[in-house]
């Protein structure tokens, strides 16, 4: 793999989706046990799976995975802290209503 080169292969995998009182949650597995690094993406094929109020429904599916190039895990690896720091929501003044 070279330096800004992107690379592709397919994966079965296991497609799990709940919806029930409990739970509420959507689940992929590489059936054959690739590992995803920082950068890379996957792409599962196939219509959407919806599950209704009560169904926990499992599927097969074939998954594409694209591999980030180096510079793309590396700009990954260092930015990631960053950008999950956007997902915060901070306050630092007190604004009480009544």
């Known amino acids: 793999m ?11 995998c296991t497609v799990e989706v709940c919806h029930t009182f409990d739970e509420l949650s959507a689940h992929v597995r590489l059936d054959n046990g690739a590992v995803i690094n920082p950068g890379d993406s996957v792409l599962v ?9 009560g ?16 510079v793309e895990r590396l700009w990954t690896r260092l930015t990631g802290d960053f950008e999950f720091m956007e997902l915060c929501e901070f306050s630092f003044s007190e604004e009480a209503t009544l």
């Open 2 to 12: 070279g330096l800004l080169t992107r690379t592709t292969e397919t994966a079965p």
């Open 55 to 70: 169904e926990h429904i499992v599927e097969q599916r074939t998954a594409t995975i694209t591999r980030a190039s180096a």
């Open 45 to 53: 094929h196939g219509a959407p799976v919806l599950a209704g109020y």
